[in-house]
């Protein structure tokens, strides 16, 4: 029997256990211990100080830097509390038990302490819900009075304690998470519709999620109607009338709201919810993701099918995957689409493996998709961002996604090295493989009996030269199509074997929205071209452009060629203008410059376009090179990076791009780093209305500049405008004050971009 889909229903499979699967070799396994070694040098006092801190105690150690110093503090111990709970259940090292059971005997004497269920690291975080509380309400994306997405951090902690009890059968993290539930009802209880909703517009992470779980661990109906209270109605009844409305968003704020939605439709069978899950999900995977699977440029979703514009150093959030994976995973248990083990497959090779370094086991915040561009890593002990947190959790739990089951079906989704315990049937599956080097799987059946059921295999959607199915020896026929899946019913005995092979092709994928801007896959698998070293003398900088492949388009393929040695290596053959390049697996670059996407011309359109090409790509190229200090006005991180401040403030989108500007009389401002030895430069991007503006003044240290040059215009919208920073402002210094100010009255335009860039 050959289906694109098993079954319906509220929950036509579950999904095992993390405790009931080891994952046995491959690079996950590699990624995984690297993650084991980071878990146990983490120092679990320093990330719980504050919480002793605001709790009245002495703390037993100093707090951690970055994030963990700032006002988001706090949300690390949830991401770790949740990190060690599913190391615990994938490896069953006792010394993960024994972490968790001391984080949370810490966190009942920090709650004990406070005396009202309360318990967090934010600072004024009990301050903050208390004005809530009492209806005191001041509310924008990444702000709630004041304080830093504190109901984002609460969430994080809700979902250690609910995984400290999921994965390691601790008793006191649900009471604890009990006690924190009854006082955030309290919070919330005498608030009207009005006061919810506007509370809402902050970013509030899986609230919706948590919640219900608790309510379904607990059996007390509270805990559900809270959840229901975090409905965020401006973004949710769109989707659920299925309009798109994601350009814009934060990408990362709008995800676990999903996810909250689609666990809210398990308890409660509400079609609604189900119905804006799965259109979400559908709009997000089809038509928001770049070809690793990851989505947003910058934090923020675009137009849909609309990516070609929107590369940079900034893509694909690592946060907003390791959401979708786990939206992904709720799906799978309703619908069992084959698209959706498809997806998640493409996920987590080419963008959650991508984005941990294979030595340091660092991990991204940001996996960028600039043609020319390399991975970031954030340092393990001194930025603790929300894609540190959320990275201990992806590289603890690559047991989730890979089998499925029920009553008669075991579904093996995802192929990767490892073991499945079925205790229920008393059968242990092994998964043989080298996958995702080979496409040749063996599965081993160990039992005691013999024992019928239906066993289900996906066919993945690149397998062009289709899938072979051995049953012990002998050929099982089937007439399976990409993306589907393959169900073998019948009764199996100790010893069974079944044998997979999928032939493995390189292949093209195009943008949705350019057909000449092109990436190569092999396999499941995302090639990225090796461009070098980061690092480039300036004597080699015709090695630091991004090569243009010139060809016709429907013979590009015929210009690959493999490394003999290397199963995912390919060389390419006359193809590359101005030199070829080695194609390597996306996940295995790092510190390397690479480029994913490739632009493709015919001879004839490359003569044409390489005067105007190559004048585009120097200058951008040229700036980034002498880029002392960049900022993007309107994202969260970068403005708190680089200080900023402001009064009768706005922001919005243009164009897909963030961007900051002021009502009449208002001004902002961020600090950037100069050379103080060299001349500097201030480089504006704004759109071209500018050249017809004169409203406002732009500051260094107190010093006005003078009128600035176009340096670069940009899709005949933007400009890239230059100003002459004078020597004296920066002599002495590292660091100055750049300010926007509007005339009485008038308005600073928008501004997208700000960077210093020396002479």
Not at 102 to 130: M, N
Request: proline share 3%; glycine share 8%.
């Amino acid at each position: 029997m050959v289906s694109t889909k098993l079954e319906n229903g509220n929950r036509a499979l579950k999904e095992f256990d993390l405790s009931s699967v080891r994952i046995t070799g491959g690079p996950l396994k590699h990624a995984m211990e690297l993650n084991k070694e980071y878990l146990l040098k983490l120092e679990p006092d320093r990330l719980l100080a504050r919480f002793r801190e605001y709790a009245g105690l002495q703390p037993k150690a100093a707090n951690y830097e970055g994030w963990e110093s700032q006002g988001i503090s706090g949300h690390t111990l949830g991401h770790y509390l949740s990190a060690t709970a599913m190391m615990a259940a994938a490896t069953d090292d006792e010394r993960f038990h024994q972490r968790v059971n001391y984080i949370v005997d810490e966190l009942d004497i920090c709650q004990e302490a406070h005396g009202t269920g309360y318990i967090s690291g934010i600072p004024r975080g009990k301050e903050i819900f208390e004005e809530v509380k009492a209806g005191d309400i001041r509310s924008q994306g990444f702000d709630l009075n004041g304080g830093w997405v504190p109901l984002y951090s609460i969430h994080k902690l809700f979902a250690g304690l609910r995984d400290a009890f999921k994965y390691t059968s601790n008793k006191r993290a649900l009471q604890v998470e009990t006690k924190l539930g009854l006082w955030l009802n309290d919070v919330f209880e005498n608030l009207n519709d009005e006061q919810i909703q506007e509370v809402l517009k902050c970013e509030y992470g899986g609230m919706s999620e948590v919640l219900a779980d608790l309510a379904e661990d607990t059996g007390d109906e509270r805990f559900w109607k809270l959840s229901q209270l975090f409905h965020h109605k401006e973004l949710l009844d769109s989707l659920g009338d299925e309009k798109d409305v994601l350009a814009g968003r934060h990408a990362n704020t709008q995800i676990p709201k999903i996810i909250g939605t689609a666990r809210q439709y398990e308890i409660s069978n509400n079609e609604s919810c189900r119905r804006i899950s799965e259109f979400f999900w559908k709009q997000v995977v089809h038509h928001h993701s770049y070809v690793i699977g990851g989505n947003s440029m910058n934090e923020h979703f675009g137009e849909p099918d609309k990516l070609s514009d929107r590369l940079g150093a900034n893509t694909c959030e690592t946060c907003n995957s390791y959401n979708m994976l786990k939206l992904t995973r709720h799906l799978i248990q309703w619908n069992a689409l084959a698209e959706q083990g498809d997806f998640y497959e493409r996920v987590l090779y080419n963008h959650i493996l991508a984005s941990q370094h294979p030595q340091e086991g660092t991990v991204t915040y940001f996996v960028s998709l600039d043609m020319g561009g390399h991975k970031v890593y954030n340092s393990q002990f001194n930025d603790f961002t929300c894609c540190v947190g959320t990275g201990m959790e992806n590289h603890s739990s690559y047991g989730n996604g890979i089998y499925f089951y029920n009553d008669h079906s075991l579904v093996v989704n995802q192929y990767i090295p490892s073991k499945l315990n079925w205790r229920d049937k008393g059968i242990v599956l092994h998964q043989i493989t080298a996958y995702p080097d080979k496409g040749t799987i063996k599965l081993l059946i160990e039992s005691s009996d013999a024992k019928q059921f239906s066993l289900s295999v996906r066919c993945p959607y690149w397998a062009e030269k289709g899938m072979s199915v051995k049953i012990n020896g002998e050929t099982y026929n089937h007439n399976a199509t990409p993306s589907s899946f393959i169900t073998m019913d019948r009764v199996w005995e100790n010893g069974d074997t079944i044998e997979l092979e999928i032939p493995m092709t390189v292949r093209v994928e195009t943008m949705n929205d350019n057909p000449n801007r092109i990436a190569f896959m092999n396999g499941p698998l995302v090639l990225a071209g090796d461009l070098g070293p980061i690092q480039q003398d300036e004597s080699s900088r015709e090695l630091l452009y991004t090569p243009v492949l010139v060809t016709n388009k429907s013979t590009v393929l015929k210009n690959i060629e493999p490394v003999s040695e290397n199963t995912h290596q390919f060389e390419m053959n006359k193809l590359g203008y101005p030199r070829d390049v080695r194609l390597i697996p996306f996940y295995q670059m790092h510190d390397r410059s690479t480029s994913v996407y490739w632009d493709v011309f015919t001879e004839k359109e490359w003569k044409e376009a390489e005067l105007s090409y190559k004048a585009s790509v120097e200058k951008e190229r040229e700036l980034q090179l002498r880029t002392v200090d960049f900022v993007q006005p309107g994202e969260m991180q970068p403005e708190r990076d680089h200080e900023f401040e402001g009064e009768h403030v706005g922001y919005g989108v243009q164009s897909n791009r963030k961007y900051r500007d002021t009502w009449p009389s208002g001004h902002f401002s961020f600090t950037l780093k100069v050379q103080s030895c060299q001349q500097n430069h201030l480089v504006v991007m704004y759109t071209k209305e500018i050249e017809t503006m004169k409203s406002f003044d732009i500051t260094v240290d107190g010093v006005k500049l003078e009128n600035g040059q176009v340096e670069l215009v940009e899709l005949n919208t933007f400009v890239q405008v230059k100003y002459e920073i004078p020597n004296h402002v920066t002599v002495d210094k590292g660091k100055v004050k750049v300010t926007f100010r509007a005339y009485e009255g008038r308005k600073v335009p928008k501004v997208f971009a700000i960077r210093v860039v020396k002479e």
